[in-house]
């Protein structure tokens, strides 16, 4: 039987490409979602079944809730104290892994990407399997089917057997677009997916070589390392002092024993909105209502229940309306977005970074309205969910029940509210509210006073353990 | 001193081309607002002052209580009982000043227009009086500055004087674009702006000579009129036979005492948005919520508190953002709105007709929040404003205050729920809401419910005398 993979699933990244939709504070891999599933989900079910460990998650603090729910307790969760690309946290999983596993197989995967056909993938995987137990590190390289510039391009020799890695020729950076056109006519070229499959031995030792600084602080920040509920939290001293740096650039590109195998089925890295067009299909690609007529070469996204999409005579645009905003941009400027980000930014917009929908460990609140001294919520708790033991100094609220149990807190008193009963929390009153039950609880918040920003809060207690602020 | 003009202000109308700020329940003359005043309020502001009479509003049954609210008891209103197009309607305002004032000056304006100019306007009237006087019909011509085909054109007599009415030779339907570039270049071409000044002897004169059907059923319509409130009604019974057609075509193109008064102002129609771009300064303009990147030659209207349109790159676009629906068009195809209003008709889609916010005699709804058995509004009670009494089969209801203060009555208990407090009326207590005080009333109402529509109503008494199903 064959040796099991250990999948290593990066999902601490947080771009912009992809706002509205995908933000600083709900970034694409779990914002992006197909019937339901998020990247991030889909990921890890491609990376889940027979022949394969319990899949390593390395993530962001501010994600770790949202890491931990859509795995269910069937991962592990390394967290790194702030972002620093690729290869810190690649080199802190292979030291966890060789831990606990010595000389295992891993599996490095991004989880914002999309791969279609899933089962396909895990075929050239096996494939690769040989391989990597020989102590190649082996790259996965999509078959181009465009001269995207986007991408990173990787040449193979075109002499190679079909069945097998092909040896690594070189990395070539964003290419112009004539030599992207001229290595999609040579077909010697494929596209690099940054996913590796690779012993923890071969991948510590290539850090050992060309990245000896990062290998030995991952070291550090392993062995300092603190469990946090489900979460091992890397020790923020050694972690701070890693360069921002990628594995590409601080390892593969250099490493001698880096083989390639060719993937020819559908893949795409979804990196913006034009790449979210052409994996929906090209043409007049819709989500949600939207009436589209005489529309071609679109993405029409409404993301707004009850808010209908029209575009009349669209050609090669994208549009994508949120709660909290709407974009709207020729489909080959897409890539600007990040531009908006900034503008916002400058001017002080909530939506540059933050999601109108606050992701909680307990589950989630939206905005439904504001008004001078009062503010209208929606408040969605898992079943198990409790928000903190807490206390307000400027704002009374009320609570409405419209789905599900809660038990509330106020003062000493706890009683269970159900569905169409209401509750009053005065202010300064100790308070608590969790869903005992086993479906979700949905109630509205009408919050009344005279400040009512997310600050005043005085936190007495805390099932999330979570720090102040958060 | 002159003679007083009675004006007479048009507002029954219901287009869809502004969709989807305008809808059949809610149209351009109430919708379009700038800087809080609607195109039907600044029509109104323009005829009222020194020299001017009390104003009379001819508008559709459905609309009597939004035009009397932005009237506020300075003008008379008639009601349609149907849309029958601008010939009825003017012929019953003629026989309705003639009876109160004979022979008097009438001032015959649409409400959904743009002059920005109001005070050089009206002396254009001023200097209409004369011929008026004279037994004239007198229609205000508008400077053309450009070849627009969208209205029709008057030829006149290029050497008349400039000060005074030019005599009329012909009226042109909506001209080709050719035929257009020809009448801008001559100099002999006016826009028909649909205004007319005269007496009531010359208009109901001429409806005598060109359309006595018109003006005798108009006859019976005013004298079968059934007061209503403060609302005159017309009898239905000779509406139902009144043509659906309009003044120039009944009477006005017939005419031999038709005169032009040329009007240089600034003036628009507003007939569709390619129109409001233009009247708002071109360029690129933006009304709300905008942040505009690169964009040129596109209208950018954010119609939703706290939603950022964002616009990069735009040309030539039209991008309008309302709580329940988002139109993305070119501007040249701007017109076809109307195609994609058909379209969510053709779907069910409320959005086609109906808008987001609910306007009723005592204020207005809206929704804030849909799930499975609730439903989550805000609604808005104007001082002195009162819900009808009224009970539910099958909801109940929580109300939170949270601006002003309400007087509820449920059952046969009366109380008042001041700011931060709630009430809660259970399925099927009888019960009513006003708001007693000087400030409008602000209120959180959450509906838990297996039903919710907005004809699970059963009403006992209504101040406004409202008929079931309004």
């Given at each position: 039987m064959a040796r099991k993979i250990h999948p290593v699933i990066l999902c601490g990244g947080s771009g912009t490409r992809l706002w509205p939709l995908s933000r600083k504070s709900f970034p694409k891999q779990f914002a992006l979602t197909r019937g339901g599933v998020s990247l991030f989900q889909s990921t890890v079910q491609r990376l889940t079944g027979a022949g394969m460990a319990r899949p390593l998650a390395v993530t962001a603090s501010e994600f770790r809730f949202m890491v931990a729910e859509q795995m269910r307790g069937t991962g592990d969760i390394l967290i790194e104290p702030e972002g620093r690309n690729t290869a810190p946290a690649i080199a802190a999983a292979a030291l966890y892994l060789e831990e606990r596993a010595s000389g295992a197989l891993m599996l490095i995967a991004p989880s914002d990407h999309e791969i279609a056909d899933g089962e396909g993938f895990m075929e050239a995987v096996r494939a690769a399997i040989p391989a990597a137990d020989a102590g190649q590190i082996v790259t996965f390289g999509?078959?181009?089917?465009?001269?995207?510039?986007?991408?990173?391009?990787?040449?193979?020799?075109?002499?190679?057997?079909?069945?097998?890695?092909?040896?690594?020729?070189?990395?070539?950076?964003?290419?112009?677009?004539?030599?992207?056109?001229?290595?999609?006519?040579?077909?010697?070229?494929?596209?690099?997916?940054?996913?590796?499959?690779?012993?923890?031995?071969?991948?510590?030792?290539?850090?050992?070589?060309?990245?000896?600084?990062?290998?030995?602080?991952?070291?550090?920040?392993?062995?300092?390392?603190?469990?946090?509920?489900?979460?091992?939290?890397?020790?923020?001293?050694?972690?701070?002092?890693?360069?921002?740096?990628?594995?590409?650039?601080?390892?593969?590109?250099?490493?001698?024993?880096?083989?390639?195998?060719?993937?020819?089925?559908?893949?795409?890295?979804l990196g913006n909105w034009d790449a979210v067009w052409r994996s929906g299909g090209a043409g007049t690609v819709t989500e949600g209502p939207v009436t589209a007529l005489d529309c071609a070469g679109s993405l029409l996204r409404a993301e707004v229940p009850g808010q209908e999409l029209v575009g009349i005579g669209l050609e090669d645009m994208v549009v994508v309306a949120m709660p909290d905003a709407v974009l709207v941009a020729p489909r080959a400027r897409a890539q600007e977005v990040k531009a908006a980000v900034e503008?916002?930014?400058?001017?002080?917009?909530?939506?540059?970074?933050?999601?109108?929908?606050?992701?909680?460990?307990?589950?989630?609140?939206?905005?439904?309205?504001?008004?001078?001294?009062?503010?209208?919520?929606?408040?969605?708790?898992k079943p198990g969910g409790a928000l903190s033991l807490q206390s307000h100094h400027h704002r009374a609220e009320h609570w409405i029940v419209v789905e599900g149990t809660a038990r509330v807190q106020i003062g000493d008193q706890v009683k269970l509210v159900s569905e169409n009963e209401s509750v009053y929390i005065p202010l300064g009153a100790m308070h608590r509210l969790e869903n005992p039950g086993k479906m979700p609880l949905t109630l509205i918040e009408v919050q009344t006073g005279s400040y009512l920003g997310e600050d005043d809060i005085t936190r007495y207690e805390d099932i999330y353990a979570r720090e102040p602020g958060e």
């Open positions: 999509i078959k181009p089917d465009r001269a995207e510039t986007g991408y990173g391009w990787l040449e193979v020799d075109p002499l190679a057997a079909d069945a097998g890695p092909r040896t690594l020729r070189c990395f070539i950076e964003k290419p112009t677009a004539e030599a992207a056109e001229a290595m999609l006519a040579s077909g010697g070229y494929l596209w690099n997916a940054g996913i590796f499959l690779a012993t923890t031995d071969a991948v510590i030792e290539a850090f050992e070589r060309y990245a000896p600084d990062i290998l030995a602080q991952a070291r550090v920040a392993l062995q300092d390392a603190r469990h946090d509920l489900e979460f091992l939290r890397l020790a923020k001293g050694p972690w701070a002092r890693m360069p921002d740096i990628s594995v590409d650039y601080a390892v593969m590109e250099k490493a001698e024993n880096l083989v390639v195998m060719p993937y020819r089925g559908a893949w795409s890295d503008a916002l930014k400058a001017k002080g917009a909530a939506q540059a970074e933050e999601a109108a929908r606050d992701y909680r460990p307990w589950g989630w609140g939206e905005r439904l309205a504001t008004g001078g001294r009062f503010q209208v919520k929606r408040i969605v708790v």
